[in-house]
């Protein structure tokens, strides 16, 4: 069945010593995606959703994989327009893309080994990172210093891996005038994807309790796991 397992093909996306006008106009053209496909939503949605408004009004906020910082842009300035205040700081593996957000609040590191203490923010997220890690083992750690760093709410996405998605995603490239390797990229990152299954079965593993894992709108995988007060 097509798409049944991920593959494990290597993105160009990924290569560390990609040229800084690849790596600046690669960052371009995902924001210009995130924005179409309203990246930022479902956090804007899910945090105040599982938080509440009150403990909204104040939260730290670790990004994994946070590359450029496009996401938490979005949601620190959304947040500042609700009259809250989010202190957001940035992780990635690639302190290249980090210098690209033009913020403090950036740490460089593996997320496999978070440098944090436990518990040390209130909400931790992670968007279209987790598909980058090859093996199970890998996204099982991911997962459990993910949970271990937050204090509050966890929230994981990452796309789903599907036909129909895949084939929305082809069409949508072709039109797009994006280069070829970032329409390569783009399909690889589906083929890279996960089912539900996968991350209920890697989140017991790793130990996260009352894990909740569902289909967010039909192209994405959620998993938000929040310590009891």
Known sequence: MFLKRR????????????PQADLVEGYRILGRFNRLFMLA???????????????CRKLSLLDLGAG????????????????????????????RALKLSGTDGCVAGSALALPF?????????????????MADSEVRNHFKEAWRTTGGLLLITDLHRNLAFYLAMQAILRISG???????????????????????S?????????AKVW??????IMLQAQRKC
């Open 7 to 18: 593959t494990l093909q290597a993105e160009y996306f990924d290569e560390p010593d990609r």
């Open 41 to 55: 939503r479902s956090f804007q949605t899910l945090v105040p959703h599982f938080l509440g408004e009150i403990r």
């Open 68 to 95: 450029d910082g496009f996401l938490t842009k979005q949601l620190a300035g959304w947040a500042s327009e609700m009259g809250w205040d989010w202190k957001v700081t940035n992780f990635d593996l690639n302190p």
């Open 117 to 133: 203490r436990e518990q040390s923010f209130d909400v931790v997220i992670a968007s279209q990172m987790t598909h980058h890690f």
């Open 178 to 200: 994006v280069p070829a390797h970032f329409r390569s990229d783009a399909l690889l990152s589906v083929k890279r994807g996960w089912r539900v299954n996968d991350w209920k």
């Open 202 to 210: 890697l989140a017991d593993e790793a130990g996260i309790p009352e």
């Open 215 to 220: 289909l967010y709108a039909g192209t994405r």
